[in-house]
């Protein structure tokens, strides 16, 4: 006797989490510096405060900190060969100790079964003194993980990225995801710079899409164990 079974597949689906302003193009860059330039951190004594970033919060543990969106001029002590995509990036400066970042909230939230990479491009300038930067995904208030692999020379860039499995039955499920480019100095002027976050997800999903092969193979297998029954019945008539 032949049977027909058909089983879930476990297929993984992968999905673009929605970032705004995820280049950085969108605000209003006030200010003039090396190109022009917005900055986040009120009484500042790097910067006056001045312009906007979309989409973007400025956190920080010193006054002594900048942040925001940066068109930077070609050359100087910028960069000999543009990295970033677009005209604009983003930017951290710190000058004494502390933490400086940038963070957005999404819309998206967590997912149980499900894994999350984050990814970023990171610039050093020639100018920059000291570097260090962290890439970091949060769950509500929770850090889920983070990233700071790429060590640059000055004017240079790299991306850098890591993975995040939430597991089978997550407490922080539901919770709100949150990105945070962050900068941390031990007391010497220190900046980063970011371009192109992206993040993106992959869920199992149990519903095959049509056309996959697993069902046409299960059906084929179904069809020749029929006319395998038909061919014997026929030659013992």
Known sequence: MCFLTIAAASVLRADVVPIN??????????????????????GSSIFAVGGTLDNWAVAFSTT????????????????????WDGNNIAYLQIGAPGTVSLSQTLT??????STYTLSALIG???????FNYAI????????????SNVS???????????????????????????????STSTGAFTEAFFDDVALSVSTPNAVPEPGTVWPLLTLTAFIACIQTIRLRRKASR
């Open 152 to 182: 640059l020379a000055s004017n240079s860039s790299g991306s850098d990225s890591f993975m995040y499995s939430s597991g089978a039955s997550n407490a922080l499920a539901g919770q709100n995801l949150k990105i945070v480019l962050s």
């Open 64 to 83: 002594a900190s900048a942040a925001g969106g940066f068109d930077p001029s070609a050359g100087g002590v910028n960069w000999t060969t543009k990295w």
């Open 108 to 113: 998206a939230t967590l997912l149980d079964n």
């Open 21 to 42: 302003n995820s280049g950085f193009e969108s605000g209003n860059l006030a200010q003039v510096g090396n190109g022009t330039f917005s900055q986040l951190v009120p």
């Open 136 to 147: 970091q995904l949060y769950a509500g208030s929770t850090l889920l993980d983070s990233a």
């Open 124 to 130: 050093r300038r020639e100018f920059t003194p000291n």
